[in-house]
């Protein structure tokens, strides 16, 4: 459907699909308010929640097509009994973010909701972070990342929060303490200046899944590895999977062997999660 976005949600209950051979579902799920396409997702559980049930949040992106970037959010309510089950509920609108924002990333922590970096329409948003309070129903200003990020991935490990991709350098932030650092593991900078890669974090490993080596040409004016970029082909989505000890990664500058095969196809601007299978 070319640049068309969408308002469709839908659902996979994978360990009903291994059992049952149950197919991805638009029916369960309620559409969301606004069409997106380039915004950030989060599933926040029941326990993060101060008003007592889980949300699926979204926020930013646009309708395709070159249309404006959004500034604004929405949640669905989830079952009062835990996890990601949605309930019969329409989506809910929340308060608009500080900035508009699309391709940013997003990760959950503390009772904080903290989108980051992305493109807008401000020349400086690459370099912004912002965090929806739930306890507060209000979003806050959190600093600014030492490099711009566009299209990066966000996870949160012990506490902090740790920003790989998006055509720069690893950085980290504990939300109690002042300030974004950089992340000093060689092996683990080398392998996420790329775009459009999906982090996730499982037992203390980060996975880094597919993505490009190509620079946003947005930002290609930075060249923070241009000698990495251009021996590169433009435009290439990955296969690879990479995986990182990050007990090493906050203590000791080592680097990690890759502990994982390929995708079965390359895949840039994708998603991942970690499922736990309970039948």
Known sequence: EGAVAH????????????????????????????????????CMSNSGNPRGNGWLLAAGGNEGGGSASKRSAEFLALSEHGGCEPRNEAWQALPQMTRSRIY?????????????????????????VEAFDVWA?????????????????????????????GNAPPEWRDPRQPGWELLSHPGLANASWKAGASAIVHNDELFIVGGTPRASASLMVHQYDENDYRHNA????????????????????????????????????GGACVVNMCY
């Open 137 to 165: 129903n209000v979003w806050i200003r959190f600093g600014h990342l030492n490099f711009p990020r566009f299209q990066a991935s966000a996870v949160t490990h012990r506490g902090r929060i740790l920003v790989v991709g």
């Open 104 to 128: 940013a990333c997003s990760a959950f922590l503390h009772g904080k909701w903290f989108v980051i970096g992305g493109e807008g329409d401000r020349a400086t948003t690459p370099f912004t």
């Open 7 to 42: 308002r469709s949600v839908e659902r996979l209950r994978v360990a009903e699909s291994q059992l049952r051979g149950e197919t991805w579902s638009s029916t369960a799920v309620a559409p969301m308010q606004e069409a997106r396409t380039g915004h950030v997702a989060l």
């Open 234 to 269: 433009p435009g290439v989505s990955s296969r690879v999977v990479l995986v990182y000890d990050l007990r090493r990664a906050w203590h000791e500058p080592e680097i990690e062997p890759p502990a994982s095969g390929p995708l079965d196809v390359g895949r840039w601007c």
